[in-house]
């Protein structure tokens, strides 16, 4: 609706500043002649804002104005509540600061959105950790985020995955990405894109060279080609397995985001599925050894022989002088 741009361009000028009506154009998918009618219906409601014409120029507000005015609908203000438990807010050490702030958004609500702002953080939750997610960052993530907002070239010690030590890089970070409970640091290496777990930072440390980015490209981008990358890899490893029926609701809980298809009874009213499933490679298979004989790997070969190995590990430790 036009009152919801009116608004939203009013916000967006007060943070940013001067804007292209280009950008505004896109964002708010309408034309630019749209653009400066609003701006137009901005100006006669006794909004300070102009225009300035030429190739550097944009819509803008007049220095110094602000308002107060949050305008949020009950459905915006509803989706500001659902919060996110132990994830990207607690990481940064800043799950204070978003109840607080949530807490002056509520106090600027008006009366009538309150209750059902109030009764959304009761009744919905997101968690962004998977199950069984993974152990947490070496490095503080708190840390991280100080190290890349310093706008510093950063010394990185990192352990890349099946490897004991850590190399040394000198990178120059974009900014950090959480996904599925997972952070990233998106960085160029040699002028290059690359992406670096935080769990395998041993160590971040900013120098005292000033960050070097290439010119005009943001972290969204780097981010965007980044995950392309790593999605249209080479296949990945096809696991099939059986599981007793006894610890399949398990099963399909902490293997959900690799299952390719429902399991299979292996036999009409069997007590065992059949189950396949897509992995990064044969050493997942480890996972599946909290299973114990509830889940056996059929194949491929190659992941047989890791669980084999693992299980003759564990025997070597627990068995009979291992102590």
Known sequence: MKSDRLLSILLLLQTRGLVPATELAE???VSVRTIYRDVEALSASGVPVYAERGRHGGIALLPGFR???TGLTADEARALFVL????????LGLDEAIGSALRKVMAALPAPHRPAAELTSRRILVDPVRWMGGKPATVDIGDLHDA??????LRLRY???GT???RAYTVDP??????AGVWYLVADRDGEPRLFRADRVREAVPTREPVVRRPGVELAQVWEELRR???ERQGPVMLRVRVHRSRLDLFLRLNAGVLTGEPRPEEREGAWLRADLAVESVEWARSLLSFGPNVEVLAPPEARAVMAAHAAAVMALYGEGGG
């Open 67 to 69: 308002t107060d005015v």
């Open 159 to 161: 352990r890349h995955s």
């Open 174 to 179: 974009y900014g950090l990405v959480v996904k």
């Open 164 to 166: 004991r030590t850590a």
């Open 27 to 29: 964002r708010f998918d």
């Open 148 to 153: 890349v907002f310093a706008d510093r070239r």
């Open 84 to 91: 996110a438990a132990d994830g990207a807010h607690a990481a």
């Open 229 to 231: 990358q790593v999605e």
